[in-house]
């Protein structure tokens, strides 16, 4: 799969907002294949608890090479399912992040975990929209500082297009896909920022090409930002 990242620029905004913590959005990063039988029979379980916290859980799934690089949702964009793959380096598929965090459990998902995540609120909010126009699906994130931004920690921007639903007779038995990753918006190691002073924002413009394997209606954008000297999620947003 071709695409382009067409323009991708930082705008400083000059409006003072309402300053305040942040509702916060945690997110799953799930990496699994569409020819591993383990995958066919362990997904169901998980998406059933993941659905059950509705759209306040965000989630993404990743098609990497392990087990199987002739999965056919990791050849649709190789580099791109690898990326965050290849961060984590997890033991195999499935599996599954929280906010960075690694799960366990048969359904590979800690509810003390999502509860706590779900309580917490974060110094940093993302607002994403999406448009389809041309054959181009176009974001913005705007974000914006809640709080105090703590000190000597670096972040970086991502931002994903996923297909919300896909139907497709899979090898490991599953027929339907969530919230596939399709491409990268942003760099697929992120785009380093430095969060506006508190209260204010900045924003984020990113586009890229429809490929002819995507349902429109079905595409959505995520964008999260991560903390890299810790290693973990602090917010999250999605164009839905």
């Known amino acids: 799969m071709k695409y382009f990242l067409l323009l991708s620029l930082f705008l400083l905004?000059?409006?003072?907002?309402?300053?305040?913590?942040?509702?916060?959005?945690?997110i799953l990063e799930h990496f699994t294949n569409t020819r591993c039988p383990i995958c066919g029979a362990?997904?169901?379980?998980?998406?059933?608890?993941?659905?059950?916290?509705?759209?306040?859980?965000?989630?993404?799934?990743?098609?990497p090479s392990a087990p199987y690089p002739n999965c056919v949702l990791h050849q649709h964009n190789p580099e791109g399912n690898s990326a965050r793959f290849d961060y984590y380096r997890p033991p195999g598929t499935p599996t599954v992040y929280l906010d960075g965090k690694i799960q366990s459990?048969?359904?590979?998902?800690?509810?003390?975990?999502?509860?706590?995540?779900?309580?917490?609120?974060s110094f940093i909010e993302?607002?994403?929209?999406?448009?389809?126009?041309?054959?181009?699906?176009?974001t913005e994130v705007f974000i914006t500082t809640r709080g105090e931004i703590p000190a000597?920690?670096?972040?970086?921007?991502?931002?994903?297009?996923?297909?919300?639903?896909?139907?497709?007779d899979a090898p490991n038995g599953e027929s339907t896909h969530y919230n596939v990753f399709r491409?990268?918006?942003?760099?697929?190691?992120?785009?380093?920022?430095?969060?506006?002073?508190?209260g204010s924002s900045l924003s984020w413009v990113g586009v890229v090409d429809i490929h002819?394997?995507?349902?429109?209606?079905?595409?959505?954008?995520?964008?999260?930002?991560?903390?890299?000297?810790?290693?973990?999620?602090?917010?999250?947003?999605?164009?839905?």
């Open 13 to 26: 905004s000059e409006v003072n907002l309402f300053s305040q913590e942040a509702v916060k959005y945690p």
């Open 42 to 63: 362990r997904n169901p379980d998980f998406h059933d608890a993941r659905k059950s916290y509705g759209e306040d859980l965000l989630h993404i799934s990743y098609h």
């Open 105 to 121: 459990g048969s359904n590979m998902l800690n509810p003390s975990d999502v509860d706590a995540a779900l309580q917490t609120r």
């Open 126 to 138: 993302l607002d994403v929209s999406r448009s389809i126009n041309n054959n181009t699906l176009r």
């Open 152 to 168: 000597g920690s670096s972040y970086r921007l991502y931002v994903v297009a996923v297909e919300r639903e896909l139907i497709y």
């Open 183 to 198: 491409a990268f918006l942003s760099r697929r190691d992120g785009v380093p920022i430095t969060p506006a002073e508190n």
């Open 212 to 240: 002819p394997d995507w349902v429109e209606e079905e595409m959505v954008v995520i964008a999260f930002i991560e903390n890299t000297a810790e290693e973990t999620i602090e917010n999250a947003g999605s164009s839905v």
